[in-house]
């Protein structure tokens, strides 16, 4: 038997691992997003919603890849 899970079973809705890293990432995004603007680093970025982008494709790869594969 495989320790990886295959689906999250929340509420009796059936969810695969990748959605639950990605919703996941997406609240650390806005978190990271709103420190960055608030501490006023983002006006040193050319283009900041390419910025949270990137943020949100590195967590959900961090997050799937650190919790899930364990």
């Known amino acids: 038997m495989s320790l ?3 689906e ?5 809705i ?8 990605a919703i996941l990432a997406a609240i650390a995004t806005v978190v990271t997003t ?6 006023r680093v983002s006006r040193y970025f050319f283009y900041p919603p ?3 982008i990137s943020l949100l494709i590195i967590y959900t ?5 650190l919790i899930f594969w364990g």
Do not use: K
């Open 61 to 65: 790869v961090l997050i799937e890849t």
């Open 8 to 12: 999250f079973a929340i509420g009796g």
């Open 4 to 6: 990886i899970p295959h």
């Open 14 to 21: 059936y969810m695969p691992p990748m959605l639950v890293a």
């Open 50 to 52: 390419a910025v949270s």
């Open 34 to 39: 709103h420190l960055l603007n608030r501490y």
